[in-house]
């Protein structure tokens, strides 16, 4: 080997679908960030090793806490929404389900009256007005 290094080195992954611990986490292959999600879950349910980024993550069994994770910068958080969020502090289970996002549902109560245009107006997050008002 010309130059005597072995850094950088590549690794071919083909074949590689789980047990990816006792390589990355064992000080051999890069590891998990500090700020990656808490799990004990393996890479592969997960990650790809053809496409590492983006990730895919199953919510199943995932039914509050949601800004845990959703804080922007573990994942995607209230404030990288497109269109703008409503302004809540109530958890996203509140109107959203972990089977599909869009479409949440919002529970109109005492503090809703008198407020619609807050949130139903251009830019306001919220679908018109019923009736186009």
Request: negative net charge.
């Amino acid at each position: 080997m010309a130059g005597g290094g072995f850094a950088p080195a590549v690794f071919n992954h083909t074949g590689i679908v789980d047990n990816c611990a006792p390589c990355h986490d064992a000080g051999f292959a890069t590891p998990k960030k500090n700020n990656h999600i808490d799990t004990n879950q393996d890479c592969g349910v997960c990650h790809s090793p053809s496409g590492f980024v983006p990730a895919s993550f199953d919510h199943t069994g995932i039914v509050k806490n949601c800004a845990s994770c959703h804080d922007g910068n573990t994942a995607i958080g209230m404030a990288d929404a497109v269109p703008a969020h409503i302004a809540t502090s109530r958890d996203c289970s509140s109107c959203h389900t972990t089977s599909t996002f869009a479409g949440g549902s919002w529970t109109h109560d005492a503090g809703s009256a008198g407020n619609c245009d807050s949130c139903h107006s251009p830019g306001g997050g919220a679908t018109s007005k019923p009736g186009g008002i």
